[in-house]
């Protein structure tokens, strides 16, 4: 089993619609969680940290349940620009980023 | 502010031969990792440093070392390359090792073996 799972996709969606991704992590013991997005060919870059309580940042909420081992990742009216790969990373309390294989995310016009 | 540079960009090589790869963090970052992301995957992890030292090491063989200088700025050293070698090199850096602190990418280094 992966340590950190995500569905591939890709994801179609009509611009304006709301979209949501889920990952799955391995270690229980996990420290901290991140959604970073990744454009084709470009560097990773962070979206947002991912907290206990959940957290929100414009458009986009990020929620993480330890118990069920999962996080996830709401984007609401959804823009052209918010094509791209979602990436689910968690740092399981040592020195690396576990990443997952990324969600592919195409907005329709 | 400037933030994670990586040269070269891009780098053509043949099997066999060696590479270095460079990076510097975001001025006040005293932790770099590197990542080797092949087509399709996500990110692995390779190395990390911190204060000059190695502080983790990832599944890679030891044909793939590294080192950090003073400046805090890291060479990643790839050696006899093989084609299986190809992929896009990240740099990340981070204020310190603590989990909570995220990583921040450079623009990474594309590297194709012939």
């Known amino acids: 089993r992966k340590e950190v799972e995500q569905d591939p996709g890709p994801f179609n969606v009509p611009e304006g619609a709301t979209v949501a991704f889920n990952c799955t992590y391995s270690n229980s013991a996990s420290q901290s969680f991140f959604w970073y997005r990744q454009d084709c060919r470009k560097e990773p870059k962070l979206l947002m940290s991912?907290?206990?309580s959940g957290n929100e940042d414009g458009r986009f909420t990020a929620q993480l349940n330890r118990a069920s081992q999962y996080i996830s990742l709401l984007i609401r009216d959804s823009k052209l620009s918010d094509s791209a790969t979602y990436l689910c990373?968690?740092?399981?309390?040592?020195?690396?980023?576990?990443f997952g294989t990324g969600t592919r995310l195409t907005i329709i016009p | 502010d400037a933030g994670v540079t990586q040269s070269p960009t891009h780098l053509i090589k043949t099997r066999g031969q060696h590479v270095t790869l460079r990076c510097s963090p975001i001025?006040?970052?005293?932790?770099v990792s590197w990542y080797q992301q092949v087509l399709g995957q996500g990110p692995q992890f390779i190395f990390q440093y911190y204060e000059k030292e190695e502080r983790g090491r990832g599944n890679f063989p030891d044909r793939f070392s590294a080192r950090q200088f003073p400046n805090y700025s890291s060479e990643l050293n790839v050696n006899a390359l093989l084609l299986g070698d190809s992929a896009l090199y990240l740099c990340?850096?981070?204020?310190?090792?603590?989990?909570?602190?995220?990583?921040?990418f450079g623009d990474g280094t594309r590297l194709s073996i012939l």
């Open positions: 990373v968690v740092n399981f309390g040592n020195e690396k980023l576990t």
């Open positions: 990340a850096s981070s204020l310190d090792l603590s989990p909570s602190w995220p990583q921040h």
């Open positions: 001025s006040g970052h005293k932790s």
């Open positions: 991912v907290y206990s």
